[in-house]
T-cell receptor, first 115, second 111 residues
């Protein structure tokens, strides 16, 4: 079974631009979560989607948004990029959000560099 | 803000020794706990999950959970240089089921 896939793997953008990242979950998985990972802050939760609905949201500004499609694929968008948005963006999928023992698996990530 | 705490390390152990990684969490209602391994430049990889008090063994890995003390640990027996990585502890938050991650412990296994 194929794992979580993310595209693109690497991105270089300039301040003020916007970016869209894509995630395809493991086949059969319907829950998708997004994380930002930086050396200073570790893994920070962005949001979680299930059945095309946002279930949970982390403490990020409104410049960060996401959506999920009917096939469970998900995208996240960052508008008006700032230097501090440079990070590894990780997508993770699980079968469903509950029960709590459902395991979550990560994709390879998208490395975003903002110049 | 519910928290998961880990010692950042590095934890250095000689090859063949037991590496012990620890994690404490603040959400008393949490029921599910996970250990991820992350090699430098790669994404986290799930290595263990544990839900009940006590020990759970999988190969060279043993996860230990003590809900009363809000403590979860990972033991790696016969540590190998290939085990050198950052180990992330994750806890599912009660109510929201969000994953809360610790900042990770960097393990170095010395050949």
């Amino acid at each position: 079974k194929a794992g979580v896939t993310q595209t693109p793997r690497y991105l270089i953008k300039t301040r003020g631009q916007q970016v869209t990242l894509s995630c395809s979950p493991i086949s059969g998985h319907r829950s998708v979560s997004w994380y930002q990972q930086t050396p200073g802050q570790g893994l920070q939760f962005l949001f979680e989607y299930f059945s095309e609905t946002q279930r949970n949201k982390g403490n990020f500004p409104g410049r960060f948004s996401g959506r999920q499609f009917s096939n469970s694929r998900s995208e996240m968008n960052v508008s008006t990029l700032e230097l501090g948005d440079s990070a590894l963006y990780l997508c993770a999928s699980s079968l469903t959000p509950t029960p709590s023992y459902n395991e979550q698996f990560f994709g390879p990530g998208t490395r975003l560099t903002v110049l | 803000q519910k928290e998961v705490e880990q010692n950042s390390g590095p934890l250095s152990v000689p090859e063949g020794a037991i590496a012990s990684l620890n994690c404490t969490y603040s959400d008393r209602g949490s029921q599910s706990f996970f250990w991820y391994r992350q090699y430098s430049g790669k994404s986290p990889e799930l290595i263990m999950s544990i839900y009940s008090n006590g020990d759970k063994e999988d190969g060279r890995f043993t996860a230990q959970l003590n809900k009363a003390s809000q403590y979860v640990s990972l033991l790696i027996r016969d540590s190998q240089p290939s085990d050198s990585a950052t180990y992330l502890c994750a806890v599912r938050e009660s109510g929201t089921y969000k994953y809360i991650f610790g900042t990770g412990t960097r393990l170095k296994v010395l050949a």
